[in-house]
Antibody, heavy 124, light 113 residues
Framework: QVQLQQSGPGLVKPSQTLSLTCSVS??????????WSWVRQAPGKGLEWIGS???????SYKPSLEGRTTVSADTSKSQFSLNLDSVTAADTAVYYC????????????????WGQGTLVTVSS | DIVMTQSPDSLAVSLGERATINCKSS????????????LAWYQHKPGQPPKLLIY???TRQSGVPDRFSGSESGTDFTLTISSLQAEDVAVYYC?????????FGQGTKVEIK
């Protein structure tokens, strides 16, 4: 069973970049059949998919966040990362990394393994 | 985007009784080539990450107790907990992965009566 461990700051200033990393163990980040993904939950809200990267390096993003979102992978470290630029208070949320099982293109899949979650607060 | 609407927003059920959560999609999630609905259910407890319960609308994830089951009828999907246990208190979410971007329902909170 793959395990995901998240790291990154819990406080980011407005207009700056939110950066989180997810370390993968118990499985290869380069193996086919996995979508390395980010999902968030704003306070009092539901779950929101942000973006995913396939083992080929192909990334997909939620359209409303595309343009300021980057999901990347470092295969040598078995890690994948989220960068969210120009954050505002609306980006305050618990961010989860997750392993998706792909079911089609554009990052679609269901999520069978999750990181522990990181509360990121955007505030000066 | 496909809108997933869950009902009710919350429900209170006695221990050992049945809990039923509904999820309606704004369009079909059925893919005829594989004869499956692209829908998953998750359980989310406070302070924990979500847990996958059901995928392909009716397939139980390995290790999930068999009191959890999923059913489907057109664009209507149901998660049933046949005999509610104390550890089932959580928020439950449906998710469609038929169309990009994949989207979740707003969640249903299950409590003990």
């Amino acid at each position: 069973q793959v395990q995901l461990q998240q790291s990154g700051p819990g406080l980011v200033k407005p207009s700056q970049t939110l950066s989180l990393t997810c370390s993968v163990s118990g499985g290869s980040i380069t193996s086919g059949g996995s979508l390395w993904s980010w999902v968030r939950q704003a306070p009092g809200k539901g779950l929101e998919w942000i973006g995913s990267i396939y083992y080929t390096g192909e990334a997909s993003y939620k359209p409303s966040l595309e343009g300021r979102t980057t999901v990347s992978a470092d295969t040598s470290k078995s890690q994948f990362s989220l960068n969210l630029d120009s954050v505002t208070a609306a980006d305050t949320a618990v961010y989860y990394c997750a392993r998706g099982l792909p079911t089609g293109d554009q990052g679609r899949g269901y999520f069978d393994s999750w990181g522990q979650g990181t509360l990121v607060t955007v505030s000066s | 985007d496909i809108v997933m609407t869950q009902s009710p927003d919350s429900l209170a059920v006695s221990l050992g009784e049945r809990a039923t959560i509904n999820c309606k999609s704004s369009q079909s999630l059925f893919y005829r080539p594989n004869n499956k609905n692209f829908l998953a259910w998750y359980q989310h407890k406070p302070g924990q990450p979500p847990k996958l319960l059901i995928y392909w609308a009716t397939t139980r994830q390995s290790g999930v107790p068999d009191r959890f089951s999923g059913s489907e009828s057109g664009t209507d999907f149901t998660l049933t907990i046949s005999s509610l246990q104390a550890e089932d208190v959580a928020v439950y979410y449906c998710q469609q992965y038929y169309s990009a971007p994949q989207t979740f329902g707003q969640g249903t909170k299950v409590e003990i009566k």
